[in-house]
């Protein structure tokens, strides 16, 4: 390897052939056939071409590698996660040594191995981190392939691809399904342009008061029980239980849970104060939570006749029995079948009750000393996360326990782990064709060939046809991400106020404006109302105070649906620019667009509080459709960000960041 750069963000590049002559990769014999293929244009286009790979796991290692292979000359790769040993069997670009380092720094150095002559940036962060990644680092790119594992990164890649214009080939796969995603503003439907599934959920109730299956067992212990003791203090479930009261659920056990929460949260409370080691040895910590959890709660619930006239009823656990004592002859090891497992598959038998409790115990402790250390050091605090030891560990001895109370049969930790991370296995072959078919994309999307671009699936459980191909459908006129408009300005944050982008906005071209020409304009930040005809009290704040930063974006909307939104992209200005909010070469600005009539939820945008509204256009126009402002009247004054910097800025929405927080069973 002639280059072996180690920081975050260097390049590792090579121009030297293996055997020590001066080659390019246009020159260099090993790219023969692969120019014979494609012909000498399109792989001159290849070898000069810029690609960002986001994400380096079981999709990325397999890109990264066809791409070095097929000479794309200058690649860059992000991802912001470490190399776990459960990546190896399918990750072929790591190796033990490797476990614990940045699987971008690791993927780019094996992969420079396969082809030398490339130059290959890897970045060892969050795509979403916009001080490296905004709007300058997208637009220098040719094309950007996604190989990530998540709706909210997808998303995020999506609208920074449509913004700047530059094109993605989105790909993911679970288990023996796969697809490929080519995506041209304008052109073709975006990641959004289609409403993802939405995860399942369960009703409150069931969760939290009868289960009947592992599962509900697993997701209370996990989304429930976890974050109430080890999680961030915020996460109050109050909202939670007003909406099961909102959908219907018994009212009774909805104030018992209440009931309960309060006692967990003395309990957590409890977990978090700094005590020494002699104090915790004498503190029962698990006892105590156990002895709640189990016992207590179970017997309130009991108490609850009528909820038990057709069900039958949890049997509460103790302690001190459960540890101590063999219950109906349960100590012994089983595996799924009933059959003693041997040792060495620890992962894959169903712990005893006693040693269940042993698990529950051990973990607990770790967890409580680790929640307390991150808490002292004022750090974030601890989330669910599959490949946490500690964590997986407590959350299949308290899924267990709860299934042995409701009579439920306990799994295995792996079975535990496989349901709890929503664990479709990943299937290396899938991945290996998936990421071969994204790079023929590719080779379309570099030369913006959109009518030989393909949508590409793959689903090997259906025998007939393994793969099959149909062309790009035409963008959705209702999708609230590639039917808005973009432009960049760039500003001082500290300096330029809210009236200056107003104004600036509004201004003809010929002075140098955006010439967002409407009668009534809204000025929001996400879902976020800064600015309209009858609220002007933000105008005079600069763009800091009111909580904008450069990477954000301020969409402008038209109070009567007649333009698209436009979001305005904040950049840096130099302090020497004499412009306040300075859109560049207003020549090339986009010619704004007129609003759809479509009715269509903003993809961003949550249900309950974000709401769309039908809006009439001129035909054949087409756009996002409006925010509406709630109702006017009644909630101008919620909606204002206050002078002193409140925000009431609507919990979950941030249309602008994408970043809501999803669980579901995503493609890999
Ligand atoms: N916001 C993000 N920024 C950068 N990289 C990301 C982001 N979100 C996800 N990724 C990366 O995308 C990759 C997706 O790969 P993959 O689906 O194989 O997941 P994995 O974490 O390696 O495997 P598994 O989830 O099965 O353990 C991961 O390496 C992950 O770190
Ligand atoms: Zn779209």
């Known amino acids: 390897m002639a280059s ?6 260097s390049s590792y590049a090579a121009a030297e052939g293996s055997n020590g002559t001066s080659h390019t990769i246009q020159s260099h014999p090993r790219h023969a056939y692969a120019k014979a293929i494609l012909g000498k244009e ?10 960002l790979v986001v994400g380096a796991g079981g999709i990325g290692c397999e890109l990264l590698k066809n791409l070095v292979l097929v000479g794309f000359g200058h690649v860059e790769v992000i991802d912001l996660d470490t190399i776990d040993l459960s990546n190896l069997n399918r990750q072929f670009l790591f190796q033990k040594v490797h476990i614990g380092k940045p699987k971008s720094l ?8 396969f082809n030398p002559l490339i130059d290959i940036k890897p970045h060892h962060s969050n795509v979403k981190d916009t001080s490296q990644f905004g709007w300058e680092y997208f637009e220098q790119f040719d094309v950007v392939c996604n190989a990530l594992d998540n709706l909210d990164a997808r998303r995020w890649v999506n609208k920074m691809c449509i913004m700047t214009g530059v094109p993605l080939v989105e790909s993911g796969t679970t288990g023996f399904l796969g697809q490929v995603q080519p995506i041209a503003r304008g052109t073709s439907e975006c990641y959004d342009c289609v409403t993802k599934p939405t995860p399942k959920t369960y009703p409150v109730c069931t969760i939290r008061s009868t289960p009947s299956t592992p599962i509900h067992c697993i997701v209370w212990a996990k989304t429930y029980l976890f974050p109430q003791l080890f999680g961030a203090e915020e996460e109050s479930e109050d909202a939670e239980l007003d909406k099961a009261l909102q959908d219907g659920e018994n009212a009774d056990e909805v104030a018992n849970l209440r009931r309960e929460a309060r006692e967990m949260r003395a309990l957590r409370d409890s977990i978090f104060q700094t005590i020494n080691t002699a104090e915790q040895e004498e503190d029962d910590l698990s006892k105590r939570v156990f002895n709640k959890v189990f016992k207590a709660d179970v017997e309130r619930l009991l108490s609850m006749e009528d909820m038990w006239r057709k069900r039958t009823k949890p049997v509460p656990l103790d302690f001190d029995a459960a540890s101590q004592q063999v219950i109906n002859g349960d100590a012994a090891s089983q595996n799924g079948n009933g059959a003693a ?16 409790v042993g698990l529950f115990d051990q973990s607990l402790n770790r967890l409580a000393k680790r929640a307390r250390d991150l808490d002292s050091l004022k750090k974030e605090s601890l989330s669910f996360d599959k490949d946490d030891i500690d964590a997986m560990d407590f959350v299949t001895a308290t899924a267990n326990l709860r299934s042995r109370i409701y009579h439920i049969a306990p799994q295995s930790r792996f079975q535990v782990k496989e349901m709890a991370g929503n664990i479709i296995p990943a299937i290396a072959s899938t991945n290996a064709i998936i990421a071969g078919a994204q790079v023929l994309q590719t080779l379309h999307a570099l030369r913006r060939k959109w009518s030989d671009a393909r949508f590409v699936s793959l689903n090997r459980t259906n025998a007939s046809r393994l793969i099959s191909s149909t062309p790009l459908e035409k963008p959705n006129a209702g999708c609230g991400v590639c039917q808005d408009d973009y432009v960049r300005a760039k ?3 500290d300096r330029t106020t809210l009236a200056d982008v107003k104004e600036a906005v509004l201004q003809s071209r010929e002075e140098g404006g955006l010439g967002f020409e409407v009668e009534g304009m809204e000025l929001y930040e996400g879902a976020r109302l800064l600015a309209d005809e009858d609220f002007d009290d ?12 450069l990477g954000m974006m301020i969409t402008c909307a038209d109070e009567n649906g007649i333009k698209a939104n436009v979001n305005i992209y904040m950049s840096a200005r130099s302090s020497g620019d004499a412009e306040k909010v300075d859109f560049g070469d207003v020549n090339k600005l986009p010619v704004l667009r007129a609003k759809p009539t479509l009715k269509r939820p903003h993809p961003d945008s949550d249900d309950s509080d974000d709401v769309v509204e039908e809006v009439q256009a001129p035909e054949g126009s ?14 101008a004054e919620q909606k204002k960000v206050h002078a002193n910097g409140d925000s009431n800025k609507r919990a979950k929405v941030t249309p602008h960041t994408g970043a809501r927080e999803e669980e579901a069973i995503e493609l890999d």
């Open 622 to 635: 087409s756009s996002a459709p409006k925010r509406k402002r709630e109702d006017e009247e009644a909630s």
């Open 538 to 549: 933000n105008l005079p704040r600069t763009l800091a105070s009111l909580g904008i930063t």
């Open 4 to 9: 072996t750069a180690k920081t975050n963000g």
């Open 42 to 51: 399109l792989f001159g286009k290849i070898a000069s071409s810029r690609i």
């Open 491 to 493: 500003v001082d944050i």
């Open 106 to 113: 690791v993927a780019a150095g094996t992969a420079l191995q």
């Open 341 to 356: 497992a041997p040792p060495s598959l620890r992962d894959q038998r169903v712990l005893s009750l006693q040693e269940t």
